[in-house]
């Protein structure tokens, strides 16, 4: 059974400075990987996933995120954050034969100050 | 192209009441999931369903709770007898035909049980 641990509950960051967003997962079988965002009492938005191909993938509003097979995490990046940007992160696992069934992660809430 | 529509957005219920919850996918979307965000936690699967038939409930509890998405009109989860447990953000995804690894989120109904 697959498994998804973000491993930050909270990051604060300020405003221009990177952020790094940190999600591994167990699974046995080949995944698909998504990271998410949710703004306050709001749904939730895809920012980027990855099906195949290149392990770099870049989503919206300049994040992109690395999918490392050997170390099984997916972590997400920001070179350069906006307040706009303050919200929680959710990276989500799907396993090949599980048809919209994702695990979740339990979240990180970026906060970003001035 | 409206997004997925939920409804109520916000429904208080009284111990023992029911609660149904209302989800439209978007245009030309033929599968529904459904998924429960309970306080501090990320995202639980609970059923996916395709126009009168559920695909997979492995996520439901086994009392209480059914889900059902008619031929006509939107997919309903049904709570029966809630209880304060039950208090939880519902959140309903729908997808295209034929693929399931792009879930377009809707902005969820807040259930609370006072």
């Known amino acids: 059974a697959q498994s998804v641990t973000q491993l930050d509950s909270q990051v604060p960051v300020f405003e221009e400075a990177p952020v790094e967003l940190r999600c591994n997962y167990s699974?046995?079988?080949?995944?698909?990987l998504f990271w998410y965002v949710q703004y306050p009492n709001q749904g939730l938005q895809l920012l980027l996933k990855?099906?195949?191909?290149?392990?770099l993938v870049k989503g919206i509003n300049g994040f992109e995120a690395e999918f490392n097979k050997s170390q099984t995490s997916f972590h997400l990046r920001k070179p350069s954050v906006h307040i706009s940007d303050t919200a929680e992160y959710f990276c989500?696992?799907?396993?090949?034969?599980?048809?919209?069934?994702?695990?979740f992660g339990a979240g990180t809430q970026v906060v970003v100050t001035p | 192209n409206a997004g997925v529509m939920q409804n109520p957005r916000h429904l208080v219920r009284r111990r023992g009441q029911e609660a149904r919850l209302r989800c439209s996918p978007m245009?030309?979307?033929?599968?529904v999931y459904w998924y429960r965000q309970l306080p501090e936690e990320g995202l639980k699967f609970m059923v996916y369903?395709?126009?009168?038939?559920?695909?997979?409930e492995s996520g439901m509890p086994k009392e209480r709770f059914s889900a059902e998405f008619p031929k006509e009109g939107p997919s309903i989860l049904r709570i029966q007898q809630v209880v304060r447990g039950d208090s939880a953000a519902y959140f309903c995804?729908?997808?295209?035909?034929?693929?399931?690894?792009?879930?377009?989120f809707g902005e969820g109904s807040r259930l609370t049980v006072l």
């Open positions: 699974s046995s079988v080949s995944v698909y």
């Open positions: 990855y099906l195949s191909g290149s392990t």
């Open positions: 369903l395709q126009k009168e038939n559920i695909i997979d």
């Open positions: 995804a729908s997808s295209p035909p034929g693929q399931g690894l792009e879930l377009f």
């Open positions: 245009k030309g979307h033929s599968h």
């Open positions: 989500a696992v799907s396993e090949g034969d599980s048809w919209g069934k994702f695990q």
